[in-house]
C-alpha cells in the first residue's frame, strides 16, 4: 500500500526505487477501483511509458485505437474482451509528449497477503494501459 501511494504521488521517483529508468517525462499513474475504470491513448501519435512497459502494442499507434477509445471508449474495451459495468464509469486520459499516464489496475479480490511476485504474475502490460484486467488468481 505504501509503495502503491508513492507510485500515485510520483511515478518516475517510484520507478527509480526499483532501480527502473523511467525517463525524463513525467508518467502520471491513474488508479482502476470499484467505481472508475481508466484507460490510455495517445491521440495524436503513440506517447506511451516504453521505458517501463516496453514496446508500444500496434494497435495503440493505429489511428482507429486513437480517434475511437476517445468517443466511444466501451465499445472500444469490448473489442478487447473488456466489458464494464453499466455503473462503471471510464475516464480516457491522453498522453501528450509532456506527460505520459499509466494505470494501476484493481487488485483482484483474493490476492491479499499475496507477494509481490504472486501479484506481477497476473498484470499485463494492457492492464497499465487499460485495456485489460489483471488475470485471475488460480486456485
Known amino acids: 500500500d505504501a509503495f502503491r501511494a508513492r507510485v500515485l504521488a510520483d511515478v518516475n521517483a517510484a520507478a527509480a526505487e526499483l532501480g527502473l529508468d523511467a525517463g525524463g517525462i513525467p508518467i502520471r499513474a491513474v488508479a482502476n477501483d470499484a467505481s472508475t475504470h481508466n484507460v490510455i491513448v495517445c491521440t495524436l501519435c503513440s506517447c506511451y511509458p516504453r521505458l517501463l512497459l516496453g514496446p508500444s502494442p500496434d494497435w495503440y499507434k493505429a489511428r482507429a485505437y486513437r480517434s475511437r477509445v476517445v468517443r466511444e471508449p466501451r465499445a472500444v474495451l469490448a473489442e478487447f474482451g473488456l466489458v464494464l459495468p453499466a455503473g462503471k464509469s471510464v475516464v480516457v486520459h ?46
Not at 485495456?131 to 488468481?137: G, Q, S
Open 94 to 139: 491522453d498522453s501528450t509528449a509532456e506527460l505520459r499516464y499509466l494505470v494501476l489496475p484493481e487488485r483482484p479480490a483474493g490476492t491479499a497477503g499475496w507477494t509481490e511476485d504472486a501479484l506481477a504474475a497476473l498484470v499485463t502490460r494492457d492492464c497499465m494501459i487499460g485495456t485489460a484486467r489483471p488475470r485471475l488468481p488460480q486456485g
